[in-house]
């Protein structure tokens, strides 16, 4: 396993690469989820890269840059351990040197959800993305559905600037009780681990209620919202039901619609999300 840390490095070794290219890009301290994108990329493709960087532009000024959770030695083990071919992990003045400008912004889609919440996010999600996707020059990239919302923006980034790759959505991966795999999980005491099963629950409820036959969204929403405030130290941020590629709110469930929420136990706050019919 090549680790490199400079746009140059990273490039030379994609020259020197044979056959497709996969990449996975995280921000490290990765879980279950993480390695789940990297077996799907080993499957797919020939050689795996793996990028590690807590990109500072995502974060707004009071969010968790700082205290975000690194591990970078346990990260490499586990990445070798799954085969990886190349990890690339840049400082943030190799990626963002002196002088940096250039921004890549979604419209529309980024205005809604998580971008009401986490505003210039998604800017700098796209912007990271684009230019990961610039340097490493993959045929394939893997992303979790946990992050829907962040899925859509990379992939109307893609078909609207004409990337030239395919992006491949990988089913949430959750632990053995619901709670979808999040590198923020760890930031959850023991109590605050057990409301955070809130947000599980209540993305089954919609599920339930839908296979019932349910097809108010505003119903559907309610219940979701009574039972995440039974939960002590749950702030709902956003419960949304969703035309799946707008994502602009529903009225009432005619197609597949997509559930999602965020929603703060004590001071992390996490995602998730669950389709209403058909796939994610
Ligand atoms: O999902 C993440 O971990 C990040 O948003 C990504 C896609 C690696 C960009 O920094």
Known sequence: MKVVDTVAAMRDARRQAKGTVGLVPTMGYLHEGHLTLVRWARRQTEVVVVSIFVNPTQFGPNEDFDRYPRDPQRDLALLEREGTDIVFMPLASEMYPQGFSSWVDVEGITDRLEGVFRPGHFRGVATVVAKLFNIVEPHRAYFGEKDAQQLRVIQKMVADLNMNLEIVPVPTVRE???????????????????????????????????????????????????????????????????????????????????????VRIGTTRLIDNMMLGGGN
């Open 176 to 262: 053995a009780d619901g709670l979808a795999m999040s590198s923020r999980n760890a930031y959850l005491n023991p109590q605050e681990r057990q409301s955070a099963l809130a947000l599980y629950k209540s993305l089954t409820l919609a599920q339930g209620l839908y296979a019932q036959g349910e097809r108010d969204a505003e119903t559907i929403r309610r219940r979701m919202i009574q039972l995440i405030e039974k939960e002590p130290g749950a702030k709902i941020d956003y419960v949304s039901l969703a035309d799946p590629d707008t994502l602009e709110e529903l009225d009432r469930i005619e197609g597949p619609a997509l559930a999602s929420l965020a």
